[in-house]
């Protein structure tokens, strides 16, 4: 079980690698002995993702209740035979997360194959089950031996997912909206300009300073990874506000190479000297 445990870990780590640069960067600059569960979260919830988001050809709902099947089967058993399951419940187990984080998630996932456009108050829940809850997720990891402190950090964890997540929704206006007719802002995309625009961006720009005071909080060992992640998204909005909201519907905005070096390098300057 040892070995089949070890593999189980490493198949979310070359996943998290396989799907994300910035994440997996983020990840390398935890200190070691958290990284393994953090990857655990990761791959988990991107195979979820990749149900709802990819396999258009195949009945998406049968999936996602397979998937959902086995993991609450894989809990509770200690144990499965699809490998990234296997790592997310041994995280699960090793570091208490609880079923209301993992119900809101896999609910979240639903709506993706159910809705196409949000009220606010739907929003609201979709943005707590599809991000806020894994950045919970991953505060559990941190911190699943003080309770108080976890308590401490659960509004800024739930700021920084949401705003990582409204940050997503601009990011991915294209494809969400034209190749797949979600449309998960409160306005119509077809008359998307740069009030609705500006107004999501000051949104966001609210989150991300609510969260903040949370990632100063955070132990050294883990903060110079979340604060690569927090600069990564603010450099990502940035550059999102400089852009017409047009270009939204016919491109994706990106964070180029030589920047996500100098995050790093700023990252890891004002991680050393508290400087966050």
């Not at 998290?16 to 958290?34: A, P, V």
């Not at 791959?43 to 993991?71: C, H, M, S, W, Y």
């Not at 969400?176 to 008359?191: A, P, Q, T, V």
Request: hydrophobic letters at 40%; one cysteine or more.
């Amino acid at each position: 079980m040892d070995l089949y445990r070890k593999n189980s870990l490493k198949c979310s780590k070359v996943t998290t690698h396989s799907y994300s640069t910035s994440f997996s960067l983020g990840i390398r600059m935890l200190k070691k002995k958290y990284r393994p569960g953090i990857y655990a979260v990761y791959g988990f919830v991107r195979f979820a993702d990749e149900i709802v988001d990819t396999f258009f050809k195949q009945n998406q709902e049968i999936l996602l209740a397979e998937f959902t099947f086995d993991t609450r089967k894989a809990i509770e058993r200690g144990f499965s035979t699809n490998p990234v399951i296997d790592s997310f419940q041994w995280a699960v187990r090793k570091y208490q997360i609880e079923s209301e984080l993992i119900d809101a998630f896999l609910y979240s996932m639903e709506l993706d194959l159910k809705k196409k456009d949000y009220s606010r108050e739907e929003l609201k829940t979709y943005i707590y089950g599809s991000a806020e809850v894994v950045g919970l997720m991953c505060l559990k990891v941190f911190y699943h031996k003080e309770p108080a402190k976890y308590e401490e950090l659960v509004y800024p964890a739930r700021k920084l997912g949401e705003a990582f997540q409204k940050v997503n929704f601009l990011r991915d206006t294209k494809d969400d909206f034209k190749n797949k007719g979600r449309s998960y802002l409160s306005f119509d995309y077809e008359k998307f300009d740069a009030e609705a625009k500006n107004e999501i961006e000051n949104e966001i720009a609210f989150d991300f300073s609510e969260a903040l005071p949370g990632i100063r909080k955070l132990k050294r060992q883990v903060r110079f990874g979340v604060l690569l992640a927090y600069l990564y998204y603010v450099k990502l909005l940035v550059i999102i506000r400089k852009r017409p909201p047009e270009t939204l519907l016919s491109e994706r905005c990106r964070v180029p190479g030589y920047l996500k070096i100098g995050l790093l390098v700023r990252a890891g300057f004002k991680n050393l000297f508290n400087l966050v």
